[in-house]
T-cell receptor, first 109, second 113 residues
C-alpha cells in the first residue's frame, strides 16, 4: 500500500533551525511536494523535488532521496509565523498526490 | 484579485439533505480537485477534473458527485448527506495538472447532524 510517515508534532525555538522528515512508500514516484498550512487556513505550496538533492528557497530548503524514499524540509532562522503544519505529499505513478497527516510545528520564543 | 473561491465557508446540515459546495477559479487553470481534510488524516482526494468536460474519481468518491461544465467552476454535490461527511472540504486548481503546484481555496467547513 501507499504510506507517508512524518512526525505528528515538533517544537523549536525562534531563530533556530528545524528539520522535518518524511518517509514514503508509493506505487511509482513522480516528485514530492511540501506544503505549509496555518491553522484554519488552506495549504500553500512550499517546494517540489523530483530529482535527488537539496533545493534551497530562502529560509526553506527541501531534500529528496528517491532510493531511500525519504525527504526533509529544513527551516532556518525560525520565526513565530512559521508555526504551522507542514504537509509532505509524494506523487504516485498516476500523478496523484498522497498526503501525509502533516507535522505540527510549534515555535517558542 | 485572481484566485480560487469556495462557498459556503461554513454550513450545518441535517442528515439526508442535499448540499452543493461551490468552487470557482479565475486563473484559467485546467485541472481542479476536491479534497476533504479530517483531523489526524492527510488530505484525501474526492474527485478531480483534468480539463473542462471531464471528471475522475479520487480516493474517497462515494456519496459525492462533481461536474465540470466550464473551466472556472467545479461544484461538489452531496446527494444525501451523512454524519461521516462532516469535514473540511478544500477545492484546488493547478495550471499544469499532474505535476503542477496546487492552489487551494479557503475551505468549506461542513457539519452533518
Amino acid at each position: 500500500g501507499q504510506n507517508i510517515d512524518q512526525p505528528t508534532e515538533m517544537t523549536a525555538t525562534e531563530g533556530a533551525i528545524v528539520q522535518i522528515n518524511c518517509t514514503y512508500q508509493t506505487s511509482g514516484f513522480n516528485g514530492l511536494f511540501w506544503y505549509q498550512q496555518h491553522a484554519g487556513e488552506a495549504p500553500t505550496f512550499l517546494s517540489y523535488n523530483v530529482l535527488d538533492g537539496l533545493e534551497e528557497k530562502g529560509r526553506f530548503s527541501s531534500f529528496l532521496s528517491r532510493s531511500k524514499g525519504y525527504s526533509y524540509l529544513l527551516l532556518k532562522e525560525l520565526q513565530m509565523k512559521d508555526s504551522a503544519s507542514y504537509l509532505c505529499a509524494p506523487a504516485d505513478s498516476n500523478y496523484q498526490l498522497i498526503w501525509g497527516a502533516g507535522t505540527k510545528l510549534i515555535i517558542k520564543p | 484579485i485572481a484566485g480560487i473561491t469556495q462557498a459556503p465557508t461554513s454550513q450545518i446540515l441535517a442528515a439526508g439533505r442535499r448540499m452543493t459546495l461551490r468552487c470557482t477559479q479565475d486563473m484559467r487553470h485546467n485541472a481542479m480537485y476536491w479534497y476533504r481534510q479530517d483531523l489526524g488524516l492527510g488530505l484525501r482526494l474526492i474527485h478531480y477534473s483534468n480539463t473542462a468536460g471531464t471528471t475522475g474519481k479520487g480516493e474517497v468518491p462515494d456519496g459525492y458527485s462533481v461536474s465540470r461544465a466550464n473551466t472556472d467552476d467545479f461544484p461538489l454535490t452531496l446527494a444525501s448527506a451523512v454524519p461521516s461527511q462532516t469535514s473540511v472540504y478544500f477545492c484546488a486548481s493547478s495550471p499544469q495538472g499532474e505535476t503542477g503546484e496546487l492552489f487551494f481555496g479557503e475551505g468549506s467547513r461542513l457539519t452533518v447532524l
